[in-house]
């Protein structure tokens, strides 16, 4: 496939579009694969109910994991959600709406193999927002003992994933598989099928599961003689008795695409398995044994480490001692606002996307001579208006020369995590969403107090350029 830039997002060109049969329910399903805004991650849309509910790729949203992988959020489930991200991911594409009129994934022939080429049909497009990979500087492992499952994400320059598979099978034996970059994934690991044992496929179909399964959609491992009775319900089963069990051990429907396909095929579940986390990350991923309980564990483990350490590897550095790069006599000549007003002392980092700020939290600030007397605590609403003046002076800086002013239009998603109290420096730091456009901006900001998020939002504002008299 065309090498993509690793470090900026990217969604599809155009719709794509694709049917095929639910495995388990045996209904025919009608699936979309959409574009979508940069950070839109991968979300699910049910358009067969009421509401179109839809359903974030999100570990924290599984549900099940036999057989594949199910989320459930907003009161609507999605089941064998791992082929469809891998193809995502294997393609390069970071943003995707998928919109289903059923309860699950088509199965297809149960690979990433026809995702992929709709995929590559289509076409991937890069968008003008950068890849925030995060780097795994420690091991995370996830271990089960009774099931000798082991996997392990320890550090690496790229994103590689070996996998070792091992059913004490004398017809698999054992089994490894590698992907050294995620561009290899059309070639190396996308047409790679799901497989199962003919005692596990009996059990399926005991339980009247398994509606849409077909001749040709799994690698079927026999290890047992194969009589005439089971043969006799597999032929009822997929209309089709004309199958017997090769010199290799499986039965004759198809040929391995390749000789470890079942260990590609596990490698692939990994790879849409771990697009669960919601994160770009960087490591090495080790896996032994694995499945879809193992591998989800494993990127819950992820995401809560990625989630804890995002925001103090993001933390800007201060050091008083350096002069700034903008004193509070300089941003005066930027911003409309005086003391009291004004509350941003000091500006240390300034690019074409983002700004740190510097505001001295003083026990003769006026605020607190009438908010919480004798508790003095800088008010939420302000520590956004600081936010919103670092962020005005970054827009500015974006902009043609002039003088502008900005104007609040919205904030979003505001939380505040800790006081913020007399003798506190807050760091204020912002960020670009996108480009400005047409006077437009957004940005995500959060105020640090030492090592800790005092408070985030994201800020849009618009900016207006003032008319010399």
């Not at 504002?461 to 008319?467: G, S």
């Amino acid at each position: 496939m065309k090498d993509f830039n690793p470090n900026q997002q990217h969604t599809l060109q155009q719709t794509a579009s694709i049917s095929g049969t639910g495995l388990h329910t045996g209904a025919l399903v009608n699936m979309s694969l959409k574009p979508a805004e940069p950070g839109f991650g991968y979300q699910f849309k049910r358009i067969d109910l009421e509401g179109q509910p839809t359903i974030k790729a999100d570990c924290d949203l599984v549900v099940e994991t036999t057989r594949g992988t199910t989320l459930e959020s907003n009161g609507a489930r999605i089941s064998t959600v791992e082929h469809i991200l891998a193809a995502l991911v294997g393609m390069g594409v970071d943003n995707c709406l998928i919109e289903v009129d059923g309860p699950e994934i088509p199965i297809i022939d149960g690979s990433s193999k026809f995702f992929v080429e709709e995929i590559e049909k289509v076409g991937v497009l890069e968008q003008d927002a950068p890849k925030d990979w995060y780097i795994i500087d420690t091991n995370i492992i996830h271990y089960d003992e009774e099931r000798g499952v082991e996997l392990k994400a320890t550090p690496a320059v790229d994103y590689h994933i070996t996998t070792l598979i091992d059913f004490n099978s004398d017809v698999l034996g054992t089994q490894h598989a590698s992907l050294k970059k995620i561009s290899d994934f059309k070639e190396q690991i996308a047409a790679s099928r799901t497989f199962c044992f003919l005692h596990e496929l009996e059990a399926l179909l005991a339980n009247n599961l398994i509606k849409g399964g077909d001749i040709n959609n799994a690698i079927v491992v026999v290890e047992k003689p194969l009589t005439d009775e089971v043969k006799k319900k597999l032929g009822t089963a997929f209309k089709n008795s004309d199958f017997d069990v090769n010199s290799q051990g499986f039965l004759n429907n198809l040929e391995l695409r390749y000789t470890n396909e079942p260990a590609r095929h596990k490698l692939l579940d990994i790879v849409g398995d771990l697009a669960l986390v919601g994160f770009p990350f960087k490591a090495h991923i080790i896996a032994n044994r694995p499945g879809h309980f193992s591998n989800v564990e494993l990127a819950k483990k992820i995401k809560q480490h990625i989630k804890k350490n995002k925001a103090l590897k993001n933390i800007p550095n201060y050091d008083p001692t350096i002069p700034p790069l903008y004193n509070s006599q300089d941003i005066e000549k930027k911003l409309p606002h005086r003391y009291p007003f004004l509350l941003v002392d000091k500006i240390i980092e300034l690019s074409d996307n983002h700004i740190v700020g510097v505001k001295n939290v003083t026990a003769n600030e006026q605020f607190f001579q009438g908010h919480f007397p004798g508790n003095p605590i800088m008010p939420g609403v302000l520590q956004i208006e600081a936010l919103a003046q670092a962020g005005g002076i970054l827009a500015i800086h974006c902009l043609p020369p002039g003088d502008y002013d900005t104007y609040f239009l919205k904030i979003d998603n505001c939380k505040f995590k800790m006081k913020v109290v007399p003798g506190d420096t807050l760091l204020l730091k912002l960020e670009l969403l996108g480009p400005i456009r047409r006077g437009i901006c957004e940005m995500i900001g959060t105020v640090f107090v030492g090592n800790k998020i005092a408070a985030e939002a994201t800020l849009m504002a618009q900016l207006v350029k003032r008319e010399n008299n």
